[in-house]
């Protein structure tokens, strides 16, 4: 089956770093996807990782591991504003149009001043 | 990025009546859509692809004929609840990709929080 698992809640201060864990058993693979969701709104894309290793975009960094089914996302200098709920998410084939995202529970992210 | 368009943004309807739900895909085409499901402090668990002049593909548990799936056009899926019950609020939330950008990301539509009373 497919499985997507993710810490349910996480707390950190303004300025700090967290890094949120991610590992995943699903049929095939076909990219890992990060997203960010405040409460109430729709997901906004963060990053993708399809190839092992480090991808870095200002201050947020995603990390993979196919063989150890495994990512998380690294985020910087924490802000009151990165508070919300941050999913992981697998395509786990082909890549083809009519290929859903299959998601974890999501993270809920609390910083604190 | 492309941007999808949801509408409404909220509902509340009656016990027994139906909703329906559009989302269009603004600057780009899409023969594919998904529509997702979000319950209050839950993922987003998937509901059904809909394919463009095609009947829609419903996941498991999903009743078809409950939750009807029209994407008529290239730009536009609808889903409409049917009979629309209190354990059907939810939070509704479309996706689509924009292939020919060669975009490997979804983008969502703005969702839908669907209340019935």
């Known amino acids: 089956g497919q499985n997507i698992d993710q810490p349910t809640e996480m707390t950190a201060t303004e300025g700090a770093i967290v890094q949120i864990n991610c590992t995943y058993q699903t049929s095939g693979f076909n990219g890992l996807f990060w997203y960010q969701q405040h409460a109430g709104e729709a997901p906004t894309f963060l990053s993708y990782?399809?190839?092992?290793g480090l991808e870095e975009k200002g201050r947020f960094s995603s990390f993979l591991s196919r063989s150890k089914g495994y990512s998380y996302l690294l985020l910087k200098e924490l802000q009151m504003k990165d508070s919300a709920s941050y999913l992981c998410?697998?395509?786990?084939?082909?890549?083809?149009?009519?290929?859903?995202?299959?998601f974890g529970k999501g993270t809920t992210l609390s910083v604190s001043s | 990025g492309a941007v999808v368009s949801q509408h409404p943004s909220w509902v509340i309807c009656k016990s027994g009546t139906s909703v329906k739900i559009e989302c269009r895909s603004l600057?780009?085409?899409?023969?594919?859509m998904f529509w997702y499901r979000q319950f209050p402090k839950q993922s987003l668990m998937l509901m059904a692809t809909s394919n463009e002049g095609s009947k829609a593909t419903y996941e498991q548990g999903v009743e078809k004929d409950k939750f009807l799936i029209n994407h008529a056009s290239l730009t536009l899926s609808t889903l409409t609840v049917t009979s629309a019950h209190p354990e059907d609020s939810s939070f509704y939330i479309c996706?689509?990709?924009?292939?020919?950008?060669?975009?490997?990301?979804?983008?969502f539509g703005q969702g839908t929080r669907l209340t019935v009373v």
């Open positions: 600057d780009f085409q899409a023969t594919t």
């Open positions: 998410a697998v395509r786990d084939e082909e890549d083809q149009a009519g290929t859903a995202l299959i």
């Open positions: 996706s689509a990709r924009d292939l020919n950008r060669g975009d490997t990301e979804a983008f």
């Open positions: 990782n399809v190839l092992d």
